[in-house]
């Protein structure tokens, strides 16, 4: 068990938060909702949540996965100073494990806690992704792999879970179409969970399994294949936005606030970088290593999980997540969900905020953005869908790279 | 048309930030409207570079810091053969960076 809970948290909105001017021959991005503001914004809003003033601040983290490559801006620690007068001479560090970046963020806040070196942390998550056209993007997710075999060889995050998809099929011995049915219920879910989330990229995603396998396979509103088997409605979306959480004891937690939750147990453990070194592609194993780690921590197990937030920066790995966490038998999560399972309604609900698939997909902001929501839920302000049952234990599950970094963690209610 | 560079004025407390801070560091205001700077000052200090970044098509680069006459500080290009530490200067916005489509624009100061 970590001593150290959180007592505050804010999302921003998330989104293409630009605006496109056409110009005659290009398209000009004006930035709406800079890099910098989205941390001032996501800073600023937490602090306040925890009925802190600035200067109660000991430290700040942030996470972001590629600002130099999005934004042309590296060393973003040092923007944190502009949140408050009194956060000069603070210290302040960045963190970067491609889209788990910013929940390593939180584990590193949560080690100097427990240190005993800082009472209150400051944790931000934060990218902005949308300044670049797509190739670019593509091309700066690409250096998240392992480089020299696979994005330095053309290798894209659609590739690389296309890969993981097409083992999966394989081993549970599923048809293309099996596959298919089961990743849109996936996705549809999603779409219908982040309808009620006023903070999500995609609000008016097709709200059923049948509206998706029904889109055309080309033109204008298709479900373009991306990568086979996965096509357009598989992936996240390319967001903007910044989350952040404040961390602090949880013996002055308890002392100073009327709602605590704990983090109860942590669960970082990373794979091998290639995809090709991997014997089993069917299943995270360094996934499930987190979780069992996670779960020993906080003394509890599957049967207790009342809501999770899971990273399905690809319907397929919602599947792996799913089957990780135990909350599935290994093969049937996409049973599961074709089922019905894991809506608002049933005994555990998975990705109420709409995920990374409808809620959005900000690469650095997506750990602390879990924290952040899965918080809400558990004092009982969430945004968006609650539960049909008021949760008392939330897990979330961000994954880096091809689920090479994985990071788990347990979030309790305990006042 | 003519460009300006954007100070930021507190409407807290009437202060002007260069460049923008996102919260006013005198009164601690989030609310700011934008105004153009003032384009006379004081060169603070420059330097003068030989071996440029990419994108930078010339043989070398005179970097200034100017204080405008508002208290702004802020850096941009000085086209000034010699200049002096001390000399008041007038600034223009200009084209500083072409990369592919998009153009960074910044001051580029003058003695005239
Ligand atoms: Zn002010």
Not at chain 1, 141 to 151: K, M, R
């Amino acid at each position: 068990m970590s001593n150290v809970s959180i007592i505050g948290a804010y999302n921003t909105k998330f989104g293409a938060l630009i605006e496109v001017k056409d110009m005659i021959s290009f398209k000009r991005k004006i930035d709406t909702h800079s890099f910098y503001d989205l941390i001032i914004e996501a800073g600023r809003g937490a602090i306040k949540d925890a009925g802190l003033e600035a200067k109660d601040i000991d430290a700040v983290w942030i996470g972001s996965c590629s600002p130099s490559r999005f934004v042309n801006q590296e060393h973003v620690a040092p923007i944190a100073t502009a949140i408050d007068p009194s956060f000069r001479f603070k210290p302040m560090t960045r963190t970067e494990c491609a889209c788990a970046s910013s929940s390593v963020a939180i584990y590193d806040a949560v080690y100097a806690i427990e240190a005993g070196r800082y009472k209150n942390v400051l944790v931000i998550g934060v990218e902005k992704m949308n300044l670049l056209d797509t190739p670019s993007m593509t091309a700066t997710l690409a250096t998240c792999s392992y480089f020299p075999e696979e994005g330095g060889r053309g290798a894209t995050f659609p590739s690389l879970f296309a890969e993981l998809a097409k083992a999966y099929k394989a081993h549970y011995k599923l048809s293309d179409q099996e596959l298919r049915t089961q990743l849109a219920h996936v996705a549809a879910l999603c779409y219908r969970n982040a309808a009620a989330n006023p903070l999500a990229h995609v609000q008016n995603g097709p709200a059923t399994a049948e509206a998706i396998l029904a889109l055309p396979e080309t033109g204008r509103g298709s479900n373009l294949m991306i990568a086979a088997p996965l096509r357009l409605h598989d992936c996240s979306l390319v967001s903007d936005g910044a989350a952040a959480v404040v961390l602090t004891t949880t013996e002055n937690a308890k002392a100073t606030r009327k709602k605590v939750v704990e983090i109860a147990g942590i669960g970082h453990s990373v794979e091998y970088f290639p995809l090709s070194q991997r014997a089993n592609k069917h299943l995270l194993e360094a996934g499930k290593n987190a979780v069992t780690k996670a779960f020993q921590e906080a003394r509890i197990s599957t049967a207790d999980i009342d809501i999770a937030e899971v990273h399905d920066c690809f319907t397929i790995n919602q599947l792996l997540t799913t089957e990780a966490l135990g909350l599935s038998e290994h093969g049937r999560a996409g049973y599961d969900y074709a089922a019905g399972r894991f809506t608002a309604e049933d005994k555990v609900s998975v990705n109420l905020s709409g995920g990374l698939k409808a809620k959005g997909h900000p690469v650095g902001a997506t750990g602390a953005s879990m924290h952040a929501l899965v918080y809400k839920q558990l004092i009982g302000e969430p945004i968006g869908l609650a539960p049909k049952k008021a949760p008392t234990i939330g897990v979330t599950f961000n994954v880096g790279g091809s689920a090479v970094t994985n990071c788990v963690s347990v979030l309790r209610r305990i006042k | 048309m003519e460009r300006h560079i954007l100070g930021y004025k507190c409407r807290g407390c009437g202060r002007v930030w260069y460049p923008n801070r996102g919260v006013c560091q005198d009164c601690r205001g989030i609310e700011f409207d934008p105004v153009p700077l003032p384009q006379t000052g004081k060169l603070l200090t420059f330097t003068v570079l030989h071996n440029l970044a990419v994108d930078f098509e010339v043989p070398s680069l005179t970097l200034g810091i100017v204080e405008l006459s508002n208290g702004n500080r802020i850096t941009g290009h000085l086209k000034i053969d010699q200049p002096k530490i001390g000399m008041k200067v007038t600034g223009k916005v200009e084209p500083v960076r072409q990369v592919g489509y998009q153009t960074f624009h910044g001051m580029v100061f003058s003695t005239t």
